[in-house]
């Protein structure tokens, strides 16, 4: 791996799409009829890997809430991954399953400080948070009609689509926020039902929803509530941070994502239901895994808290990870990472060639040189593989550069030759415009 990073300008392979698929096929054949043999294969392809890939350890690759894993989680997947539990049965996963309980138990006491019976779930990641989300809405009520945010992230209109309900109906934002006053007049709209899907945490700009008010609003008109805390949730475990998600607890559930601030390997969701009783809408049995005289006799029932069967060990590594840096620990990365945000917001606002959006409320940072084509330097950048920058579309529909950054050892200063880069790049494009026109 090392040889293969060696290979490469930092922080990512250069020559696009092409460079990438021509080297993948001048490794030779993936499934051969008659293999390499381990060393070798592990070897050419671990180092294939480490050449074409965009590595998030380096500050240049800061595009999406794509981290940097801590190496103490690396580890703990690796031993996790050689014992390989499974958490679909007791007999399958027999201590993972009791360290995964006992750690969800202490993730919902971070969420839920005061509620009675809160539970937390393993899942994939925002995506199968929001679905789970949206399906424990519609076990209740089967006429359930979702609402979010013109802010929220896409999963949630796709999490209707899987679930068969309406498409959500989308609420007004102020800035990017969730506007109270404009949920509260599209829920005076409905007659059924309704699910509201709140984000703490925007995939755009990383700001988070008034959850305080939106949940008053909600119970206002006996709304089920769900925040989408994919990105801002683990903000909790910050003292500094924690007023951010002032009123999450009012949530009846919320998604939660590890591998972000978190900093596990993907995958890493959580799930946390106010409610425990909530989540039995999940449950199911399968005499292979769960018969009820095994149940009876005192073998925990694991089926029910997912909608996966075959499901990794995943807890075990954020366990790992949180026991060894404690939630003070994880809270001081965090907050590195929205002060470097701030800083180089600061460097943004003082640089004569680039235009800051908006101050961070995260760890997002939008931006874009005041001239040139700002989609076309994003590109030139990437297949340079000299900076991996995000864009998103802001009203009036504008694109702008994204810097989401979760790299908690790097420091502004890591960030000032990429924002420099960019003006370089915006400045040859508009030379190269004017040459062919
Ligand atoms: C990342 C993210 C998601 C999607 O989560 P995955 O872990 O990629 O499935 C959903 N919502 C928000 C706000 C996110 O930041």
Redesign the pocket.
Known sequence: MATGSAGRAAPGPSGGPAAVAAAVAAAGPLVPARGVGAEQALSELSTLLAAGSVDPAEPGCAAH?HCPPLAVSVAADVAASALNPSMDSWDQAPVASELESAFCAAIARLCYPAAAAPDVVVT?????S?LLGLLLAREKEPAVRPVCGRNA?H?VSRAAWLLGVPAPLVVDCEGERMRPDALDGVLRGLDGPAIVVA?A???NTGEIDPLRQLARVCRAHGARFHV?A??GGLALCSPALRPLLDGLEEADSVAL?M??FGWQPISA?LFAAREAADLRALSVSAEYLNADDDTEAGLPDLLGRSIRTSRRPDAFRMAVTLRALGTEGLGELIERCCHTAQEVASAIERHPSLELWGRPTLSTVLFRPRSGDVARVRRVLLESGAAIIGRATMPPGEIWLKLTLLHPHATAADYLGLLDETVTAARADLTEGAVAS
């Open positions: 809430l994939t990641g925002g995506t199968e929001n992230h999963s984000t945490g925007t995939t989408d994919a990105y994502d591998h972000k969701g």
